[in-house]
């Protein structure tokens, strides 16, 4: 098993490769304009640093989101695009899980990522690896009361929602993470058949998840002026 895994729905270009058994390299960038600029030479970078071609890699992982959508819609095509042209299957990750499992915690927590909007998108943790609800979307304010906060969203609001409340875990995605989240699903059997019927806990197909509509709008139609 050669894992490729990239994330692009936060600030956080990154990308990774996983053996089955542990990383072999790892490549962040953050910066929230240049996804598209980036991401291809992330993964090239991860290729060479593990001494790998991408005609070694049997399976794609993208983050899904939740994200903007300029930014999630690049990772997504990316992976539908290398899974095509190299004949692999490609899978999808929420990105809050990704979060989750780079945190490394065991007690129930909350991931927020930034929604911009002043919003944020948030999901409800029993550990590392069980989400219990979520993706959602919400502002700061309204995110549930008590229990500890990770990720990048919840540090930029620290002032709304507390900061005794923020723990000390990675704050975006890494691609790290979440290829050994994914690594740990993929060995299990008929995967694909589950994760194509919908009912995967961990895995879905690449597509994203958008919780809300694009900033961009069609425009109206012009009025009509009168005579």
Not at 13 to 39: I, M, N, Y
Not at 52 to 75: E, H, M, Q
Request: aromatic share 6%; proline share 8%.
């Amino acid at each position: 098993m050669l894992v490729l895994a990239f994330d692009t729905a936060t600030p956080a270009v990154t990308a990774a490769l996983h053996d089955g058994e542990r990383v072999l390299a790892e490549s962040t960038t953050v910066d929230a304009r240049r996804h598209g600029e980036l991401l291809v030479p992330t993964i090239e970078t991860v290729l060479r640093e593990a001494g790998a071609t991408l005609a070694d890699v049997t399976v794609v992982v993208a983050g899904a989101g939740p994200g903007p959508y300029t930014g999630l819609r690049v990772g997504l095509m990316t992976a539908q695009a290398l899974a095509t042209s190299l004949g692999v299957p490609a899978y999808g990750v929420c990105t809050l899980d990704a979060v989750a499992y780079g945190s490394g915690l065991s007690e129930p927590f909350l991931v927020a990522t930034d929604a911009r909007r002043k919003e944020v998108f948030w999901g409800h943790y029993e550990d590392m690896r069980t989400r219990l609800s979520g993706p959602a979307v919400s502002r700061p304010h309204d995110l549930p009361a008590d229990l500890p906060l990770v990720g990048a969203g919840a540090r930029m609001y620290a002032e709304v929602v507390g900061a005794s409340r923020l723990l000390d875990a990675p704050e975006y995605p890494f691609a790290g993470a979440l290829a050994s989240l994914a690594a740990e699903q993929l060995g299990e059997p008929d995967v694909r058949e589950v994760v194509e019927s919908g009912t995967h806990p961990v895995l879905s197909l690449p597509r994203p998840v958008y919780l809300r509509r694009p900033d961009a709008q069609v425009p109206a139609a012009p009025k009509k002026v009168g005579t």
